[in-house]
């Protein structure tokens, strides 16, 4: 039987699962699925994420779930739902029974679709996971979905990021969440929270139960807002996961958090990243680190520690016995920290994962910390190898290119009536007569070679083309440079050597046909000198090649993310020593830090690129949810094998 397009869903054996992420569903679309959904009786999972279903869309695929009986898991994400197909979906939350994971991100659902879904919510009695990151909601929506939070008994994750929320629906959720004892993920990144209602958040931890994982990063919490967390810490029993990045906590707000995990028996993972930590808030961590018998992971990435706090923290894991993994990246240890840290490698036991990449190391800190991997049999290197900060390609071209078609005794002939020798290149003609070397720019030259002064049509061809090339190539060597301040000028650099590159392809030949017959029409009867002829092909080549790695680069950085690749892009090869068999190695291929990104509305302006989304599934982290996101990971740092950067 078809329905719409989607006889599949009911076949006599149907699938279970259906991802149709991405393509170009549109209401008809939606609607025909929608009544698939009515009688099907086996499909658990479906993903329509990256489609236009829009309202009407959404409000079909609504009223199936309140009939459905079997779906689990319902991706709707940037479908341009907005607040009337969110409003339908909640009053389906109300009735549907089966329902465990929504996702509803980048809609523009607004406040009045957050209403919508908090009184569902109220209701519901089987969702546990409900995404709504980047809908626009601000404090009113919070508000009602705090609300919902008091009586919800079964949610157990919520993704509030890249929203509007400020003090208002912060302080809401606060309050909500001293009663709530179901959640335990709360994701607020990329909010408006203030240094207040992150003390209201911090005074809910403190008699929360629940609650393991939470997430304020890219907000405004600020020293205050640090501190107070703190404190909470200390008391709270549950949190297994604090991600503080970017909220301007500084030294002082490091050092009461330090304080707090000599005490605290539960966080195992704490991202302080981009918070303009110094030397004093490293020391207060690496003390902290000595006690401390729980936490495994500690992302310093991006802030200003030097050698000072390098020392501390190479001190404090000697003696910790927990530590896994510690992310030190864009900090400025020089020799002396990565020194004391090899030093400590040898004798800790338990890190696997130590990233010092971007920082002052230079060679002696390198072979120390490279003297320590012999003795240390648990951690691995993790070796960068620059690209050079110029295209190579590029810069024998540069020259070649100039000197080959700009000098006129490269292209040189004798003429069979006399002794003179003739010259030319791309801009002059010159004779030698009786010793005498007489040069002329080809305008003028042409009236006294041509009764009627026409110009040779490969000289108005070729100096159009030629020149034009090589003036891009200069201009792309340029780029280049600057590059080393703005990155995504690679691509920039790519698109002038492509249009180079063609105008060289064109004229080059057209100049060598061409001199050629020149050279015969004026009787030449001895080649003195071809050298220009032989650079044709050598510089398309190379110009052919630089044009390659600049659109190398600027892959590597939209794939990888790895800083600035027109100047420091980077092959990786892992080698890990393990007993019995020293070191081996084999290449690996480097996944996207999304951790260390800037926060933007990345779920509003990533519409018109749903590949990007689907180069990254994330399985919620959830025991009651199967489902499998299409987006950049949140809090989720990949699985790596054990390594050391530098």
């Known amino acids: 039987v078809c329905v719409g397009g989607f006889f599949f869903l009911k076949l006599k054996t149907p699938p279970t699962t259906l991802n149709l992420a991405g393509n170009q569903i549109s209401v008809r679309g939606g609607e025909a699925l929608a009544e698939a959904l009515k009688v099907n009786k086996t499909l658990t999972t479906l993903n329509l994420a990256w489609n236009q279903i829009s309202i009407r869309g ?35 939350l109300k009735v549907n029974t089966t329902l465990t994971a929504l996702e509803l991100g980048g809609n523009q659902i607004s406040d009045g679709g957050g209403e919508a879904l908090a009184e569902g919510l109220k209701v519901n009695t089987t969702l546990t996971t409900l995404y709504l990151r980047s809908n626009k909601i601000s404090d009113g929506g919070a508000e009602a979905l705090a609300e919902a939070l008091k009586v919800n008994k079964t949610l157990t994750t919520l993704y509030l990021q890249s929203n509007k929320i400020s003090d208002g629906g912060a302080e809401a959720l606060a309050e909500a969440l001293k009663v709530n004892t179901t959640l335990t993920t709360l994701n607020l990144s990329e909010n408006l929270i203030s240094v207040r209602r992150g003390e209201a958040l911090a005074e809910a931890l403190k008699v929360n139960k629940t609650l393991t994982t939470l997430d304020l990063s890219w907000n405004k919490i600020s020293h205050e807002g640090g501190v107070a967390l703190a404190e909470a810490l200390k008391v709270n029993k549950t949190l297994t996961t604090l991600d503080l990045r970017s909220n301007e906590i500084s030294d002082g707000g490091a050092e009461t958090l330090a304080e707090a995990l000599k005490v605290n028996t539960t966080l195992t993972t704490l991202d302080v990243s981009w918070n303009k930590i110094s030397d ?4 207060a961590l690496a003390e902290a680190l000595k006690v401390n018998t729980t936490l495994t992971t500690l992302d310093l990435y991006g802030n200003q520690i030097s050698d000072g706090g390098g020392v501390a923290l190479a001190e404090a894991l000697k003696v910790n016995k927990t ?13 002396g920290g990565g020194e004391t840290l090899a030093e400590a490698l040898k004798v800790n036991t338990t890190l696997t994962t130590l990233d010092l990449s971007w920082n002052k190391i230079s060679d002696g800190g390198a072979e120390v910390l490279a003297e320590a991997l012999k003795v240390c049999t648990g951690i691995g290197i993790h070796t960068e190898i620059p690209i050079p900060k110029i295209p190579i390609p590029a810069i024998p071209n540069f020259g070649i290119g100039w000197i080959g078609f700009g000098v006129p005794q490269w292209h040189q002939f004798r003429r069979y009536t006399s002794s003179d020798k003739e010259y030319y290149g791309l801009w002059s003609y010159c004779q ?3 010793v005498t070397k007489v040069c002329q720019r080809w305008p003028t030259a042409e009236k006294e070679l041509y009764n009627n002064g026409t110009r040779p049509h490969y000289v108005s061809i070729t100096e159009a083309l030629i020149t034009m090339g090589m003036i891009l190539l200069t201009l792309g060597l340029l780029v280049a440079v600057i590059a080393a301040l703005i990155p995504l000028l690679v691509f920039l650099g790519a698109a002038i050597g492509i249009f180079s590159f063609i105008l060289l392809l064109i004229g080059l030949p057209v100049f060598g046909r061409e001199a050629n017959s020149l050279s015969k029409e004026r009787g030449d009867v001895q080649y003195t000198h071809r050298y220009g002829f032989w650079l044709f092909v050598p510089v398309i080549i190379l110009e052919f090649l630089a044009t390659m790695f600049w659109i190398g680069a600027g892959i590597l950085y939209e794939l990888y993310g790895f800083g600035n690749v027109s100047t420091r892009g980077y092959y990786t090869l892992d080698k890990v020593k393990r007993p019995g068999n020293g070191i081996t190695g084999k290449p690996r291929t480097p996944m996207r830090p999304t951790i260390n990104r800037a926060p933007s509305s990345m779920y509003q302006s990533f519409a018109s690129l749903p590949s990007i989304m689907q180069a990254t599934s994330v399985r919620l982290n959830t025991p009651q949810s199967q489902m499998v996101y299409n987006r950049p990971p949140i809090l989720s740092i990949p699985n790596r094998a054990p390594y050391l950067r530098i």
Do not use: H, M
């Open 323 to 335: 530590l896994t993994t510690l992310y030190l990246r864009r900090n400025e240890i020089s020799d």
């Open 58 to 92: 959404g409000e079909a695929l609504a009223k199936a779930l309140k009939v459905n009986k079997t779906l689990t898991t319902l991706n709707l994400s940037v479908n341009l739902i907005s607040v009337g197909g969110s409003e339908a979906v909640a009053e389906a």
């Open 280 to 283: 004093g808030g490293g020391v």
């Open 432 to 434: 030698d007569q009786n």
